[in-house]
């Protein structure tokens, strides 16, 4: 009696509580999006009654089931409302240049005073406009207010304006404005009813490409749910680029093969800081970045390269790139003390004899920026220094590499790398180049997007497996500390959720990163190791040995008491009757 | 001579820590794994690929489980996957142990054709390292912080597990000695074939493999595979339940038998395979039939979602990486910033560097004992000098009591 509690407790595992019936919960996947988008109609697109009738807002929702255990929906909230003066001001005024020009003709026009030149003041004035390009207009609109992020501001510009040129309805700015040409039929007087609802579509048209689309999140979701091979280009951008991981560390690395012919300089130290760095500031609530740099000597390439007599030049084609990576991918070092992924960009200065290499695609063309990358691995790139020298040069040859036309490689790589999307704009849309950082505020926000639903999407199903497991493997003993890991994983889970639903992206982002950092201890914490395992049939063998014989006289004896009582009670009934 | 070797094994009881010993059953438990089996986009299915091999016998007459382990890391290294994504486990050094006539290799064919332990072969964990713990440690993940990046494989998400998880595909390959039901670590531990579906289990549920392959040459290896659950596995074995895989061939000079039936004849197979071979995994079941093994070998498919026949031996086996041509860039035309002095009073600021104290002597010397806190008696104790009471004064009585104090 007092032996069957005791032996119950000192061969149970120590299993501490987990909060079952949320992780039940969360289990059910539901995420919310919510967008702000601020519609803004300049002068020409409105009528003054419909001036009136603004601001406005609205809201739309889109409801998405993924599978039986995710459901997606999508919030958009549009706030329509007239520019204020500043904002015309800001689309209108000329720019510098515009004015240069207008110096300059009203100069020659000056000097040419013995001709008769008759200049049209509409021919100035659209000259004059037409200068003031749209990424000055970008700019200035920029400067007056800063829109938070996750958000959107439109500019709807009448479509005589001059701001676009001709063929390009939208344009999508560096920061998180567009300009949208308003269509031809809204130049009759429309209701506003009929306006809004010619604006609808193109705004969404806008969103899509700008903030989140229904095919990156459920891209980005492709950890949970098990996609089918529909959408060949999202998917091959959530294979090309990394998992969310909460740090990465850049590797950049020189490969001379040859050093007997050439001495090779590079300032990586500066490059890195002047090129590289931009970028990784901005990405800072993404993601921890570290950025080392080597060289490497007489390291060759796997592969050797064929002599094209046609152009003489050696090339390295398409399908042979595949194998170049393994061989030199063992000589690279790494940072033993961290372990983030690594990106590795590769600089391959030919050797002297096998100079130039450029690598041509499956078209036989020769690929402008000579490089490839390999999707989660990192970028090579051939840089050719042939140039540098004559055939009577005295070797070594010191060469100073040009940074900047590698570094526009390797970030164009990098960009590609970490996931910021790279599918071509649908056609009328015109995308401002990325400045000097490397990124534009819209592409950040879609990294954001997508990154806190994966995060999100990583926890839940980890944090969801490992309930499952540790139920299904009775024998796994559960720490306290788990537990605490478990519970902080949940509730940032639940608060990422919530922050997304009200449009927070950075805190969202910040939610999650948590979240999936403490599910993720949990869940590959050293001591969840099964290492006792008591089959039943063993535990019969080794118990009943033990026990048997001193089992037999007490259950003998019991007996006897049973009987010895029956016998009692059967005497004490017969002396009673 | 050396006959074939491996008869007569004594009966596997099922306890746990009885020291077992089988002398033959080589478990090979040569896992693969695939990632990405979504073989739609670029040109080819299989990128990431990972193996992990592993060799838990000991001492000198398992000569030929390392020489088996060792050949088909061969061939898998030549069929393309990396160093970085093997695992390879060998519980014992054949190539320098003192008995080796030939120091330095590892021979897998009679007339020491073929050096198996050439320059490049990268052991992960060697001789008292390979254990049951670090073994499931490696599968599952669960590895302490401080592993360093290359033995953890598998993971290329978040800090202390590194190896890459997210389909890919295992190759598991164990080679060691086993019964029915377990396989023997190091002639001192043992796993049984519910901790190794437990484990895989648990593999699946972080998603750490897309398709695993599981092959295993051992005696009665049949019966490892019989508890799998987790879907996506496909298992191999040398030989069924009350069967016993042979070995090869003796080889005179060494003194050892070199290879065991069932590798050998796989290998054979692996050498016709090359990185664009079509062979799929109907063919690698017929591997070694009864006629060559003695043995019977066994496979297992039912947990593997695809059909055997449309899956090429090289999904697992081979690796290619993906490449992709850049075809954007972008246009810096920055100057790089000059790096400026950092101290306003223009002296560079001297940071004087030291070594830590490897083993700070000093310390260890001078330390007092640390003085341990007083606990009450904790209730064996107690429980004990009550028994004796109780027994000192039914005997002798109570009115003795007043004699004692």
């Known amino acids: 009696m007092v032996g069957v509690p005791l032996w119950w407790r000192t061969t149970e595992t120590y299993r501490a509580w987990l909060p079952v019936s949320q992780i039940q919960e969360l289990s059910k996947l539901q995420l919310q999006l919510s967008a702000d988008v601020e519609v803004v109609f300049s002068r020409g697109t409105v009528t003054p009654e419909q001036q009136k009738k603004l601001p406005l807002t609205q809201t739309q929702d889109e409801e998405h089931r993924v599978d039986e255990d995710t459901a997606l929906s999508y919030r958009y909230e549009t706030r329509y409302r007239t520019a204020t003066v500043m904002e015309e001001d800001a689309l209108n005024q000329p720019t510098a240049a515009g004015e240069m020009l207008f110096a300059s003709l009203s100069n020659q026009l000056s000097r040419c005073k013995h001709s008769v030149i008759s200049v049209r003041p509409q021919v100035i004035t659209s000259l004059i406009l037409s200068c003031s390009s749209s990424a000055e207009a970008d700019l200035s609109l920029h400067t007056l207010s800063e829109s938070p992020c996750g958000s959107l501001v439109v500019y709807v510009i009448p479509e005589s304006s001059t701001l676009l040129p001709q063929d390009v309805d939208v344009y999508i700015g560096r920061r998180r404005t567009a300009f949208l040409r308003i269509g031809a039929k809204m130049r009759v007087g429309r209701t506003l009813e009929q306006l809004l609802a010619h604006m609808e579509p193109r705004v969404k048209q806008v969103l899509q490409v700008m903030s989140f689309s229904h095919t990156d999140i459920t891209a980005a979701l492709s950890d949970r749910v098990r996609l089918s091979p529909g959408n060949k280009e999202s998917i091959a951008d959530s294979m090309r680029a990394f998992k969310s991981s909460p740090g990465y560390e850049i590797t950049f690395s020189l490969l001379n093969p040859d050093p007997k012919s050439h001495r090779l300089h590079w300032d990586i130290e500066g490059a890195a800081q002047t090129y590289i760095q931009p970028l990784l500031t901005k990405l800072a609530p993404v993601a921890n970045f570290s950025m080392d740099s080597q060289t490497l000597y007489y390291a060759v390439l796997g592969v050797s390269p064929r002599f094209d007599s046609s152009r003489s030049t050696y090339t390295l084609n398409a399908d042979s790139l595949a194998h170049v990576i393994n061989p030199v991918e063992a000589r690279l070092g790494s940072n033993a003390a961290s372990s983030n992924p690594v990106l590795n960009f590769l600089l391959y200065v030919p050797d002297a004899h096998h100079s130039p290499l450029y690598i041509h695609d499956r078209k036989k063309q020769e690929v402008p920026s000579n490089a490839f990358h390999s999707p989660r691995w990192g970028g090579i790139m051939v840089y050719n220094v042939n140039d540098f020298y004559g055939p009577e040069a005295v070797f070594p040859v010191d060469i100073n590499i040009d940074m900047a036309k590698v570094m526009g490689v390797f970030l164009a790589q990098l960009r590609l790398l970490l996931g910021v999307q790279s599918s071509s704009a649908p056609p009328g849309f015109l995308v401002a180049p990325c400045g000097t950082a490397g990124l534009a505020d819209w592409e950040l926000d879609r990294l954001m997007w997508s990154r806190s639903v994966e995060n999100v999407a990583t926890a839940t199903t980890t944090i969801t497996s490992l309930a499952q497991l540790l139920d299904q493997i009775g024998n796994i003993v559960i720490n306290d500390n788990i537990a605490e890991q478990v519970s902080s994983a949940v509730t940032s889970l639940q608060l990422a959720v919530a922050e997304l639903e009200s449009g927070n992206l950075g805190f969202a982002l910040q939610y999650s990163k948590e979240a999936i950092l403490a599910s993720e201890r949990a869940f590959f914490d050293p001591s969840l190791l099964h290492l006792l395992y008591f089959p039943d049939d063993q535990k019969f063998a080794i118990y009943i040995p033990l026990f048997l014989p001193m089992c037999v006289p007490i259950l003998l004896s019991l007996l006897k008491i049973i009987s010895d009582a029956r016998q009692k009670r059967r005497d004490k009934q017969a002396k009673k009757d | ?405």
């Not at chain 2, 438990?29 to 979504?38: C, R």
């Open chain 2, 1 to 405: 001579m050396l006959a074939g070797v491996c008869f007569g094994d004594e009966p596997c009881l099922l306890i746990p820590s009885r020291k077992t010993t089988i002398k033959h059953a080589n478990v090979l438990i040569f896992f693969l794994f695939s990632q990405e089996n979504a073989g739609q986009f670029f040109s080819s299915g299989h990128t990431n690929n990972w193996a992990v091999l592993v060799c838990t016998s000991r001492f000198w007459f398992n000569y030929r489980h390392v020489a088996n382990t060792l050949s088909v890391y061969r061939s898998v290294k030549r069929l393309g996957i990396p160093d970085s994504h093997i695992v390879l486990m060998l519980a014992d050094d054949m190539a320098c142990n003192h008995r080796n006539p030939k120091p330095a290799t590892v021979f897998s064919h009679k007339n020491m054709e073929l050096n198996v332990y050439g320059d490049d072969v990268e052991v992960d964990y060697r001789g008292y390292e390979v254990t049951v713990e670090n073994f499931l440690r490696v599968l599952t993940g669960r590895l302490p912080p401080s592993t360093p990046r290359a033995p953890s494989v598998i993971n290329e998400q978040i800090h202390c597990w590194i190896l890459p998880l997210h389909s890919y595909t295992v190759v598991s390959y164990i080679k060691c000695h086993g019964g029915n039901g377990f396989l023997k670590f190091q002639d001192s531990e043992e796993i049984s074939n519910v901790e190794l579906a437990d484990a895989f289990e648990q593999m699946w549920q972080k998603r750490r493999y897309n398709e695993l392959l599981f092959i295993i040459d051992t005696c009665q290896g049949a019966s490892m595979y019989e508890r799998f659950y987790s879907p996506n596995l496909m298992a191999l074995a040398s030989s069924q339940v009350g069967e016993d895989s042979l070995s090869h061939q003796p080889d005179l000079a060494i003194g050892v038998h070199l290879m065991d039936r069932y590798t050998f004849y796989l290998l054979e197979f692996l050498e016709d395979i090359h990185p664009a071979s079509k062979t799929n995994m109907n063919d690698l079941f017929k591997v070694c039939p009864k006629s060559h093994c003695v043995s019977t070998p066994g496979h297992r498919t039912d947990l593997f979602l695809r059909d055997p026949g449309s899956v090429l031996v090289t999904d697992f086996f081979g690796s290619v990486r993906k490449v992709e041509l850049t075809m954007e860039t972008i246009n810096l035309t920055g100057h790089i910033k000059q790096w400026e002095e950092s101290a306003a009073d223009g002296e560079p600021r001297k940071e004087t560097y030291s070594y830590s104290d490897q083993l700070p002597v000093s310390e260890i010397i001078h330390q007092k004992p640390k003085q341990k806190d007083w606990h009450p008696p904790d209730g064996f104790i107690l429980g004990l000098w009550t028994l004796i009471l109780l027994v000192f004064f039914k005997t002798y009585g109570i009115k003795h009591l007043k004699h004692i104090f």
